[in-house]
């Protein structure tokens, strides 16, 4: 795992965009590296995480007129280098990245197909005089570039690229629809103008002779149109999961695992344990709050399977911790949970250098509720929708169901808020931040204006992507798939993992799973009660029963209460209401101060969206900006 910068341009890589390679050393703080070729014309720069062959790997690795920099993990590299050297190919490694360079140099783009891992790399192509930007099919790495008259630049983090001389690192209003409704800004936008994400599952080719091309070579939708019918296999399923947990244990250095106690994370420590001779390294975070503390699962598991297992309190510091987040993230980026995530990742950390995760098994296996409520949406369509909405007010006020975000009866009152809307309108509501009914009272009247354009919002565009006669629930799925994955979850692992010098491997999101998974039938996923049912089958045997019967917690944290009460709630409002910098160009102080007074009072809950604002604010604070 490490971070690198990629230029290619008519003049040598500029000296400030080159000293910001020190600014990846959190990615790679085991060595550093660069290469240059044309006078400097193009330049590749290279921090290291060594992980697989700790003596040779260094990078960039520069073979016969062609050169790579290098982010991620290749899990079959072994076979694939095995199929080169049959080819007539040398290696002077044992690196996947060798492999890499010299599978490119075999297949061509192909080798993109072959790759079974998480990776975005920086190629350059002597022969060709061409630069080879590519990127994961589910977009577990990122890969941020910027495109000028006379150059192409790349980099690991957003923030590298704000020091391009030629770019003007100004506010991008058009994605700010979307960050206020989901809480991130999708591919292929960024927040800030000239500089884009390269999408999951594409590669970008540039020379200085002819312009920036972006190729999809997978995604979701054409794995699904390629996959053919078959029956569900539990026996398959074990397998491709084992398989999958077994190529990422591929390391030179200790693979623990990050443990909660949910389904998905025991299911990975279970085939880990089986897989290995030694105890598992398995490490949990508690949280004074009990709401949002699961150690007593994640016990329970390490019991079961005889883990080596280390248990963490931490205590949160917002005022120190958050700008840091904001700087690395580059751009805004509002999904609470990058607080606790940021925690486990350094408390992993001094525990091991590699961990697993369980990303991806809710959004292949049906984990959740959004998704049951989806199977329950579709019978209340059939009525009024004043009538449900009143007749499920009813019965939450009569049988006393708290309406909490986090609760099962909480989803319920939402969805019955926006029974008149959409179907894409309405998975928006349950997935998002709940912004779009607020910006217009909330943000300036000129910014307002600006991001209310005609065009349909991010969703609704992949929505209508995605081929008809799938189910709602299903329709949803890949609607994650495609963006609250990649966009949210993915982006929140890698920052706060990287954050902290720590690689994190997720065996759900390996490529064959995926591909397995799109064609396992819907039944066996969700009922209109329980989600993950083929995982819970199939895994029976591997997890207490508790943990078996365990529904949906999540890994949050008590935002409401945190606008609330103090230390957490005096610093969120100095945040919001300190009148510096450029923010009151955007917001609207007065309506805001009404809307956080409300929030401070529990007269409503719209903690989420103010915490959309407390990151924007910080992000126009924190990040050399021009408003």
């Known amino acids: 795992m490490c971070g690198f910068i990629a230029w290619l341009g008519e003049r040598p890589v500029p000296g400030s965009l ?31 995480l060594s992980i697989i062959d700790l003596d040779r790997g260094a990078q960039p690795i520069v073979r016969d007129n062609t050169a790579i920099a290098y982010n991620g993990e290749t899990y079959n590299y072994r076979e694939l280098r095995k199929k080169l050297q049959h080819a007539g190919f040398s290696f002077s490694t044992d690196s996947d990245t060798e492999v890499l360079l010299r599978g490119y140099q075999h297949w061509g783009v192909e080798l993109l197909d072959r790759i079974r891992g998480m990776f975005a790399f920086a190629l350059w192509d002597g022969d060709r005089d061409q630069m080879l930007l590519a990127r994961d099919p589910l977009g577990q790495k990122p890969l941020f570039y910027s495109v000028g008259g006379n150059y192409l630049a790349a980099a690991s983090e957003l923030p590298v690229l704000l020091q391009l001389p030629a770019l003007s690192a100004s506010v991008n209003p058009g994605v700010f629809r979307d960050y206020f409704n989901l809480g991130y800004v999708p591919a292929p936008e960024t927040a800030v103008k000239n500089i884009k994400k390269l999408p999951p599952g594409s590669y970008l080719t540039c020379s200085l002779a002819a312009q920036p091309q972006v190729h999809s070579y997978w995604s979701p939708l054409g ?45 990975i420590v279970a085939l880990m344990q089986q897989l290995t001779e030694q105890p598992v390294q398995t490490v949990t975070v508690g949280f004074r709050d009990a709401n949002y503390d699961e150690r007593d699962y994640a016990r329970q598991t390490a019991g079961y399977h005889g883990t080596d297992h280390h248990e963490f309190t931490v205590e949160t510091d917002l005022s120190e911790l958050l700008p840091r987040l904001v700087r690395h993230f580059g751009e805004p980026f509002a999904d609470s949970s990058a607080v606790p995530t940021y925690y486990v990742a350094q408390q992993t950390r001094r525990v091991v250098k590699v961990a697993l995760a369980g990303d991806g098994g809710d959004e292949l296996f049906g984990g959740y509720r959004r998704y049951r409520a989806m199977h329950l949406l579709k019978q209340l369509r059939l009525f009024s929708p004043r009538l449900m909405r009143r007749l499920i007010q009813n019965i939450s006020r009569r049988w006393g169901l708290p309406a909490r975000r986090r609760s099962a009866s909480g989803e319920l009152l939402r969805l019955a808020q926006h029974l008149g809307e959409s179907p894409v309108k309405q998975y ?70 990287m954050l902290n010098s720590l690689e994190c491997r997720c065996p759900f999101l390996d490529r064959d799973l995926v591909e397995f998974a799109l064609r396992i039938p819907l039944d066996q996923k969700i009922s209109r009660t329980t989600g993950k049912i083929c995982l819970r089958e199939t895994f029976s045997d591997l997890l207490p029963d508790r943990i078996e019967k365990r529904g949906k917690m999540g890994f949050g944290v008590p935002l409401a209460r945190w606008f609330c009460e103090s230390p957490e709630a005096d610093y969120l409002e100095q945040v919001l209401m300190e009148k510096s910098g450029a923010f009151f160009n955007y917001i609207d102080r007065a309506a805001l101060e009404e809307y956080l007074k409300k929030q401070q009072t529990g007269e409503l809950d719209i903690s989420p969206f103010l915490w959309s604002l407390v990151i924007f604010k910080l992000w126009l604070t924190e990040l050399p900006l021009q408003s």
């Not at 074990?238 to 389904?263: M, N, Q």
């Open 18 to 48: 080159a000293e910001q390679t020190a600014q990846l050393s959190h990615r790679g703080p085991d060595d550093s590296g660069s290469w240059r070729a044309r006078e400097g014309r193009v330049a590749l720069l290279h921090r290291r």
């Open 223 to 267: 794995a699904l149109e390629r996959e053919e019918e078959g029956d569900f296999s539990p026996q398959q399923l074990r397998s491709k999961l084992t398989e999958a947990v077994r190529r990422r244990l591929v390391s030179d250095v200790p693979v623990g695992a990050f443990l909660s106690g949910g389904i998905d994370s025991s299911i």
């Open 428 to 497: 928006q509501m349950m997935v998002g931040i709940g912004g779009g009914r607020l910006l217009k009272n909330i943000l300036a009247s000129e910014f307002f204006d600006q991001i209310n354009s005609d065009s349909d919002g991010h969703l609704t565009n992949l929505e209508q992507k995605i081929p008809a006669g799938l189910s709602e629930p299903e329709r949803y799925m890949l609607l994650d798939l495609l963006s609250y994955l990649p966009g949210d979850l993915l982006v929140k692992t890698d920052i706060t993992t």
